[in-house]
């Protein structure tokens, strides 16, 4: 039941959200760049939260294979409608989280997973989940919000208020050292964890996680 409600505040703002501007485009340029020197021809890349498809299509002529993936079927729709234009060769969409993926069985060389992990309802299990489907010394790259790290007000009054009259998705609240605990928990490596924010206060690690076992 919360899985339908958190996809159903996505599908309300899908085409909304498809036309809104990054807010940080230099800080979101530099990501892209950093992530693209980690990828190699040959991966296999699966993207969680992949919204419309904006990453999605800077990355997939350079791999392998590359699965975006959402929860919600409105983002995976418009990331399909802008696919149809592109047609670039190994790019897929799906409806899925990491939960559901895992179940399949499926492997991958890279996992990403920006603006996803402060999404998600079990962190731990996702975490999980998203170890299992790396292969071995698979690197899983994550930029996401810690709200733990933010200004109290935010946490306790803003995000509740803003929840309550369905203008704000359920929000998992951690800070950095503890995003980084519980990726050590679930096998993890981490081996890079830097800000790439260029506009205003960066609550976003980026974060280079590989595999351990």
Known sequence: MMT??????????ARKYAKSKIADQGGYERTIERTRALLKPDDRVLE???GTGTTAFRFAGIVHSY???DISAEMIAIAGEKHAASNIPGLTFRRATADTLSAQGGQFDAILAFN???LV????????SIHDMLASDGLFISKTPCVGDMNLMIRRILLPAM????KAPFVSIFNTVELNQQLSAAG???IT????ALKGKDFRPYIVARKRF
């Open 4 to 13: 339908r409600s958190d996809a159903h505040f996505w599908d309300r703002a």
């Open 116 to 118: 996803y992990l402060h």
């Open 163 to 166: 929840r309550a009259v369905g």
């Open 48 to 50: 969680l939260g992949c």
């Open 193 to 196: 964890n830097e800000g790439h």
């Open 188 to 190: 993890f490596d981490v």
């Open 67 to 69: 699965l975006g993936t």
């Open 121 to 128: 309802r079990d962190l731990p299990e996702t975490l999980r």
